[in-house]
């Protein structure tokens, strides 16, 4: 660790003129464009996520070419390895981790800090900055680069450049980063000269250019505006010291141990602790220190929902609950309800339809002859209408058919009555030993379906603000 921490000295009284301008010849291209490819093809390859590009130049279209060519090789060595992007002002599905910035001055770099959108880019990601300028580089330069990138917490930053003011080798590539905890200091942006590649040599393979930098904070202060909300987050006073307790608070205290940091508490008082996102892009409350920066994170049961996470970052969710909705009873069953319940529309269908055939194959009857009716209704029934009806509803025959035909007709017909009439009593007892209301409403959907208003607290609202058919009511 100490070794990496090769303090540079700022050699930035020298005001020689510059000898360094490019074009530097086809090598040094190469030579550099190969290192970033070395750096590329060992931390960016991934199966899951893309590399973003953004380009920045404002010197000269000079050093635009000189990084269009560089991004030439890259793309042409190693796009089977890594998917890129170029950034656009399409906001992407997912902020993007690895990036890729290159810039000329830092000038561009601010340009491209302004453009920064944590929409687009996850500020933990891998970010390779590859500064071609045309006139040799301050240290001074390069520690405000660094700087600028802290304010964002951008920290897993390589810089790679062919160009420093002060070294003999202009022909050397470096590559810088930074580390903001170190021992004794906080948040101490200064440039570390990470490893040094001369011309034709290769990356050496021991060097971590992405060395975690955040898990060690050597003791230094994180600032926390915290909502006494037990069980989740309590304030405690430990010695005139305020200490955080409860199921966040054991949490915070174990990762403090494990990062080593200490922490001081902001409390939060007053209505509004937790702070509202208003429309008019305001804020009040912890939300409102956080966005201000006045302090670093905030604890106390914060939900994640959507317009708080457009303005913070949360940590992974721990536990969820289920949003709960009380519905009236279901109102009563009418008689005529009653009734019709034990079978389904399909059976009442059928029912319905055998009855019709029957009267209609009676009705068609009657325009035929004497011997016909005689041969499927039998001799001296009395009326066949009446009959059916009389059977269907479990009525005596007071004769019975003659003729085997007529008679295997009846019994065909009192079997199928027997068993309906059998099934809707069995389902009709049923159904009136169970509760005589309709089932409560038990979805989403049927409240909507039922059209009930919606009672709900202000904070709940927030959670539903997506759901624009539950807002109009
Ligand atoms: C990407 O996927 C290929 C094939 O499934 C696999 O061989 C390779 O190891 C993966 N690379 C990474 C970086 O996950
Ligand atoms: C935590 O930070 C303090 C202050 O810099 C340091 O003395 C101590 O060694 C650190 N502890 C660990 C485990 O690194
Ligand atoms: C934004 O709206 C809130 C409440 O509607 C109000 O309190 C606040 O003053 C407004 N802020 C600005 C900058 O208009
Ligand atoms: C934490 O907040 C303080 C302001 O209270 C700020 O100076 C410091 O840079 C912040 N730290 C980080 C890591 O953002
Ligand atoms: C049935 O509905 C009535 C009127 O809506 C209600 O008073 C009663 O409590 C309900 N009964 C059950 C068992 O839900």
């Excluded at 680069?145 to 897993?156: E, H």
């Excluded at 089932?439 to 039922?450: C, D, F, G, P, T």
Aim: net charge positive; with cysteine.
């Amino acid at each position: 660790m100490k070794l990496l921490l090769v303090i540079l000295t700022l050699n930035t009284v020298s005001t020689k003129p510059s000898t360094l301008l490019l074009p530097p010849e086809e090598s040094s291209v190469d030579d550099f464009s190969d290192a970033i490819v070395a750096i590329l093809r060992r931390h960016f390859v991934s199966n899951h996520s893309s590399t973003m590009i953004t380009q920045s130049s404002k010197v000269d279209d000079h050093t635009e070419a000189v990084q269009l060519d560089i991004l030439d090789r890259i793309l042409l060595q190693t796009s089977n390895e890594i998917a890129y992007i170029f950034s656009n002002p399409v906001r992407p599905r997912r902020p993007r981790f690895f990036n890729v910035l290159l810039f000329d001055s830092y000038l561009a770099l601010r340009s491209i800090l302004s453009q920064l959108h944590p929409d687009k880019y996850d500020y933990s990601g891998y970010y390779l900055l590859i500064l071609t300028a045309p006139r040799p580089v301050f240290s001074r330069t390069l520690q405000q680069m660094f700087i600028d990138l802290w304010a964002y917490n951008i920290v897993n930053v390589v810089l790679v450049t062919s160009n420093m003011e002060g070294h003999d080798s202009a022909q050397d590539i470096a590559l810088f980063t930074y580390f903001p905890y170190v021992e004794h200091h906080c948040e101490h942006v200064h440039p570390v000269l990470l490893h040094r590649l001369a011309p034709f040599s290769k990356l050496d393979p021991s060097v971590d250019l992405f060395p975690p930098k955040l898990s060690n904070f050597h003791g230094c202060p994180i600032r926390i505006a915290a909502v006494d909300y037990p069980p989740y987050t309590m304030i405690e006073s430990v010695g005139g010291r305020q200490r955080l307790r409860g199921m966040e608070g054991d949490m915070l205290n174990m990762i403090a141990t494990l990062l080593n940091f200490t922490y001081e508490i902001v409390e939060m008082t007053g209505d509004d602790h937790w702070g509202q996102v208003f429309e008019n892009g305001s804020f009040s409350g912890a939300v409102k220190l956080v966005v201000e920066g006045t302090v670093n994170m905030t604890s106390g049961c914060f939900s994640m929902r959507g317009e708080r996470m457009s303005a913070m970052k949360s940590s992974l969710s721990y536990y969820t609950i289920k949003m709960m909705f009380a519905v009236p009873p279901g109102r009563p069953y009418t008689a005529f309800e009653k009734l019709f319940r034990p079978f389904g529309a399909v059976t009442w269908t059928l029912v319905s339809l055998y009855t019709a055939i029957g009267a209609g194959v009676i009705f068609l009857l009657k325009f035929y002859p004497w011997s016909v009716r005689k041969f499927v209704y039998g001799r001296g029934t009395g009326m066949a209408c009446m009959n059916l009806m009389n059977v269907f509803f479990g009525g005596a025959m007071s004769r019975t058919p003659g003729r085997n035909f007529a008679r295997t007709l009846l019994f065909l017909w009192l079997f199928q009555c027997f068993v309906l009439r059998s099934l809707y009593q069995g389902s009709l007892f049923e159904y009136l030993q169970q509760s005589k209301n309709f089932s409560h409403v038990n979805s989403l959907k049927r409240i909507e379906a039922a059209k009930m208003p919606y009672r709900m607290s202000r904070g709940n609202v927030m959670y539903v603000k997506e759901i624009p058919s539950i807002l109009k009511r």
